[in-house]
């Protein structure tokens, strides 16, 4: 067991990437029934939030998902037009690739992700940790930047675990970029997308999941992602 701060992954690592991109994603080949009771549980969980009127978790937990399913298919554009993606999962370890950097136990992990982050700030999410004059640092950014750290560890685990579970190509890239340009924008959608004017609320949830519906609609059909 141990960590990896920066790619590659392995010796091996884009090759890898290039067969799982060409014969692995959306495949059935390993699929199996946990891949129902996860989402069960994802169900459980909003319409838990459905029925107690939590409105700001479903916010927080749409937001998130939103976000990450747009760097998601950023990410299989990437890999379309480069050759390798930033990062890619391995079939060994899921039941079904979405897409080359999201499994479907990832993916449904991130759908409830911003629900949690969102109850971690507790009852006075704007409760301020720092309040120095015109500086002043709230629980929402205090906890979306731990949020965010504590993912990019996890990352950096799976990058570095036997089976390859996450796959990093490029060797620019690592836990800090992971960091810095995915995860902190993920949870600081969750945290503060919920306390927006519900027209900004609309306005961000529309626009975020319908560019994801276009893309997906476009893109998989012509074979890009």
Known sequence: MHFI????????????VKYIMEHCVRSTQNFNWTFIFILAVVFYVYWTEIKNKNWDAIIAGVALY??????????????????????CVSPESTTFILLAGVSWELSMMFSIAGIISYKMLGDNPDKLVINKGKFKVSMRLVGAIGMALLFALIESFLAGAENGSFIWVYPWWG????????????????????????????????TLVGINILLLAFLIPFGII
Do not use: C
């Open 66 to 87: 939103s976000v990450h399913w747009l760097y998601e298919i950023m990410n299989a554009v990437i890999g379309y037009a480069t050759g390798a993606p930033l990062w």
């Open 175 to 206: 836990v800090i970029l992971v960091f810095i340009t995915t995860y902190i924008p993920f949870f600081l959608a969750a945290n503060f997308v919920p306390k927006m004017q519900k027209k900004a609320k609309t306005i961000f949830l529309l």
């Open 5 to 16: 701060f920066f790619g590659p992954s392995s010796s091996d690592a884009a090759d890898r």
